[in-house]
């Protein structure tokens, strides 16, 4: 069994910053990519970021400039730091870990207020 726990997200105004954290636990050999999907109501789950475990990162492009991604392989974890963040960045954010499957944290709303 694998675990993800998401922390981070909130209400933010346009321009500010929030930091959002995934940490894996459970039976964990090796994860291979880590990242997080956003969902917005009435709209398809969309990649926001990827890292592998060698650290190549992927961005959308809605977010290259503002978001960065990044990973500690020794916790498991993978955060997201986005900074000017703007209304139409509102969303439920879901993190993944792929390991042998593809295992998901439960989804943290970030509310982008303008």
């Known amino acids: 069994q694998v675990q993800l726990v998401t922390s981070g997200g909130g209400l933010v105004q346009a321009g500010g910053s929030l930091r959002l954290s995934c940490a894996a636990s459970?039976?964990?050999?090796?994860?291979?990519?880590m990242g997080w999907y956003r969902q917005a109501p009435g709209k398809q789950r969309e990649l926001v970021a990827s890292?592998?475990?060698?650290?190549?990162?992927n961005y959308a492009d809605s977010v290259k400039g503002r978001f960065t991604i990044s990973r500690n392989n020794a916790k498991n974890t993978v955060y997201l730091q986005m900074n000017s963040l703007k209304p139409e960045d509102t969303s439920v954010y879901y993190c993944?870990?792929?390991?042998?499957?593809?295992?998901w944290g439960r989804g943290t709303q970030v509310t982008v207020s303008s």
């Open positions: 993944y870990a792929a390991i042998k499957s593809w295992y």
């Open positions: 459970g039976s964990i050999f090796s994860i291979n990519a």
């Open positions: 890292i592998s475990s060698g650290g190549n990162t």
